[in-house]
């Protein structure tokens, strides 16, 4: 293999204004899953941070969707949402108990989010991702870590995050911290600067110039273009699999975000 997959996705697949824009009119709720699914490779579940899932929801999620899709969970809030992160080990083995393994090979990246307020303190930080666990039930496990204070920019980040095998979310954002280094086997990419107003959240050309450091992700590159934390650590050029996700604003449009995103680099 000379590059790894590339996936584009939205987060979630229930949003009203999808209905008769992205969905057809008369497409029942209950199938919005499945519908879905067959039109975008991959789905970001924001519902996994606010709480819990039972086994079998998670089952009958991947029941709905197609072989080759896969499911980015956002981790529960009560592991990330604490003053000290090490002590997240219980929280933590209460979601990764919750079911998730249900989803097999279609479970994708879990993802860490961070307060805006949580500042980098390396210590409490490694703790927190030596609980993070390589497999559960079988079901190998990639980590994200989502930070969103200016604290994190530093190259001790980077280290530490590569030292442990996480990926770095990285932000296309108005407000947070955006930096790309690339620091696991595979690389997450949240966009959240779309437009309603432009038809598919990015104008053409943009999505052309996100397309192309997608392939150069994929191919084990990093994009000469993009803020990093760490400018002189170069990533080890490998194949690696890329999640890239149109999400926050230009919600609307963000379904034709995804699918002309991918029709560029299928």
């Known amino acids: 293999m000379t590059k790894g997959t590339i996936r584009a996705g939205i987060g979630g697949w229930t949003f009203e204004p999808w209905e008769g824009t992205f969905y057809p009119d008369d497409l029942p709720k209950k199938r919005q899953l499945e519908y879905a699914s067959r039109q975008i490779p991959t789905i970001e579940v924001n519902g996994t941070y606010y709480g819990s899932q039972k086994p079998a929801v998670y089952a009958k999620w991947g029941s709905e969707a197609p072989d080759d899709f896969v499911f980015a969970l956002k981790g529960n809030r009560f592991v990330t949402n604490r ?17 998730i393994s249900e989803l097999g090979g279609k479970l994708g990246p879990l993802v860490w989010q961070f307060a805006p307020t949580k500042k980098f303190d390396p210590e409490d930080f490694e703790g927190f991702l030596k609980l993070l666990p390589a497999s559960r039930d079988g079901v190998g496990l990639r980590h994200v870590l989502e930070v969103r204070h200016d604290s994190f920019v530093v190259p001790e980040f980077v280290a530490l995050a590569r030292k442990y095998g996480a990926t770095i979310c990285y932000a296309h954002h108005n407000t947070y ?31 052309d110039a996100w397309a192309k450091r997608a392939e150069l992700w ?23 699999d890329v999640f890239v996700y149109f999400i926050h604003e230009g919600k609307i449009r963000a379904p034709q975000a995804a699918q002309a995103f991918m029709k560029r680099v299928d």
């Open 177 to 207: 911290p955006e930096f790309a280094d690339v620091t696991a086997d595979f690389v997450y990419a949240r966009l959240q600067r779309g437009e309603d107003s432009v038809p598919t959240a990015y104008p053409p050309a943009e999505l």
């Open 218 to 240: 994929a191919a084990g590159g990093q994009p000469d273009d993009l803020p990093l934390a760490d400018p002189s650590s170069v990533p080890e050029k490998k194949p690696r």
């Open 83 to 99: 003053k000290i992160l090490s002590d997240a080990a219980e929280s933590l083995e209460k979601f990764l108990g919750s079911g």
